[in-house]
């Protein structure tokens, strides 16, 4: 009950802060906040938002598999952070835009525009319900079981939630919570840690020789090129990742369209990108440890395996449950709270053209909530962890198109056929599904986090053989 007690406390103060920040809210501090955000805390509030639940739990587990060798990929996120805060924020800033898939209207026409817009939609749902799925999973395990609430209840429960507390303020309220949901999420990880180290009778500096020492610490691979964990592939990866699913991604990007100019954007965008480095180390170097308390665990299990021991020794206020679930709802709630305040922005902005209903806003708020309910639930009735899987995966695929949209209108003068840009985003990943298939029959390769960069030259070029050269100004970067 103490985990429950606890959980209830934090939505407390979450409805606190809520109430405070929904007052006389509007949709333009809905969509954007006003413009008014401090850069530092949208910086440390993204943190959060961009760490799930899942990660929470995978990450640590992670080491099994493939050491330290993630954090290449967190070094190419600084490089795509880079790109993102130099080359799509002044984009973004200049048009003034509140979402960022009206560029594509501008540039290459209204089927393409709405094509994208389609694809954030479809991604964005399966993911972060996919995402959320789980997380409701480990909250039933530890929580709603205890008190004998049903999964079905558990999950409406929790998108109910989120929608009291962002029905008003929207984004305005969002940057507010997620920084201090990223203050509960670090805080609860370095405690864990603690008492890990201390578990294991070891001072905080032996711990950290521990780690450095342990075989499961190698972080850069540069002697196998086939291998996906390559440090040039990763880095590369890593790069394009963040370009595609923050800068192309209206739910990260509305945070970062709510700072005050675009220096502060850049700021932002630029210090909590070097953050991941230091968080995903945490998590990583967490992982280790957990291999030397002789957890008989693997992989995701392997976190929540630990703090099972826990609550099977019966201790009802046991410090390690309650902070692993504070950490989890922290996560998922920062995670889930912004993909569906950003996908009600993109349906009414980009998909209706009705920025300026706020009725119909709400309404689509409802709407929205209701479908994240429904997925979590088609989840449960599956409840297969391969289907999850095979829903990352079509999540990668939707964001090539992506990729490939902006990049076409960027870096080139030419036209697409605007009739045409649906069909080239929808073969595109499919050509990329058939290539991938074949790589593996023909010449036993497994494509990684490369293959989104693979979809997006598909999708770029198919536009281009679609296109016409022009010289008119009104085809390039539009001002």
Excluded at 200 to 213: C, F, I, N, Q, S
Excluded at 298 to 327: E, H, K
Excluded at 330 to 358: G, H, K, N, Q, Y
Excluded at 470 to 479: D, F, G, L, V
């Amino acid at each position: 009950m103490a985990i429950f007690y606890s959980v209830l406390a934090y939505f407390i103060v979450l409805f606190f802060v809520s109430r405070l920040t929904g007052r006389r809210a509007t949709n333009e501090s809905f969509y954007r906040a006003d413009r008014r955000s401090p850069w530092y805390m949208v910086a440390f509030g993204m943190v959060g938002a961009s760490i799930s639940g899942v990660t929470f739990v995978s990450v640590p587990g992670m080491v099994l598999t493939s050491q330290m060798t993630y954090l290449q990929v967190c070094l190419g996120f600084i490089i795509g952070y880079v790109a993102v805060a130099f080359v799509l924020l002044p984009l973004y800033y200049r048009l003034n835009l509140t979402s960022i898939y009206a560029y594509l209207g501008q540039r290459l026409g209204v089927r393409a525009y709405r094509t994208g817009a389609w694809f954030f939609l479809l991604s964005k749902m399966t993911g972060a319900a996919a995402k959320f799925f789980v997380v409701c999973l480990i909250l039933q395990r530890f929580v709603f079981d205890a008190v004998g609430v049903p999964f079905a209840v558990n999950a409406m429960l929790l998108v109910l939630l989120i929608w009291l507390y962002t029905r008003r303020g929207g984004i305005k309220t969002l940057v507010v919570t997620d920084s201090l949901q990223t203050l509960c999420l670090l805080t609860a990880l370095l405690l864990i840690i603690y008492k890990v180290v201390t578990g294991l009778g070891m001072t905080v500096g032996e711990a950290a020789k521990a780690v450095a020492d342990s075989p499961l610490s190698r972080i850069f691979v540069m002697d196998d090129w086939a291998s996906p964990r390559n440090f040039w592939k990763q880095l590369l990866s890593g790069a394009f990742i963040v370009i595609v699913m923050t800068g192309l991604d209206q739910d990260m990007m509305q945070k970062n369209l709510t700072c005050k100019s675009l220096r502060e954007a850049q700021k932002d965008m630029c210090s909590y990108g070097v953050a991941f480095v230091p968080v995903n180390l945490l998590f990583l170097a967490l992982g280790v440890l957990l291999t030397m308390t002789g957890i008989s665990a693997s992989g995701d299990q392997l976190l929540p395996a630990y703090v099972s021991t826990f609550l099977a020794d019966g201790d009802t206020v046991a410090v390690i449950p309650i902070l692993f679930t504070l950490g989890i709802v922290a996560a998922s709630f920062s995670t889930a709270d912004s993909a569906l305040t950003s996908m009600t922005t993109c349906f009414c902005i980009d998909v209706l053209r009705r920025p300026d209903d706020e009725k119909l806003r709400k309404k689509t708020h409802v709407a929205m909530c209701l479908l994240f309910v429904l997925f979590i639930l088609l989840f449960r009735t599956f409840n297969n962890t391969s289907l999850i899987d095979a829903i990352y995966i079509l999540v990668s695929y939707t964001y090539g198109p992506l990729l490939g949209l902006f990049a076409f209108g960027l870096f080139t003068r030419r036209q697409p056929a605007d009739r045409l840009v649906p069909y080239v985003c929808v073969a595109s990943p499919l050509l990329c599904l058939a290539v991938d298939q074949m790589a593996k029959a023909l010449w036993d390769y497994r494509f990684g986090y490369e293959l989104l960069m693979l979809n997006g030259l598909l999708t770029f070029t198919g536009l281009w053989l679609s296109s016409r050269h022009t010289r008119s100004a009104e085809c390039q970067t539009p001002s």
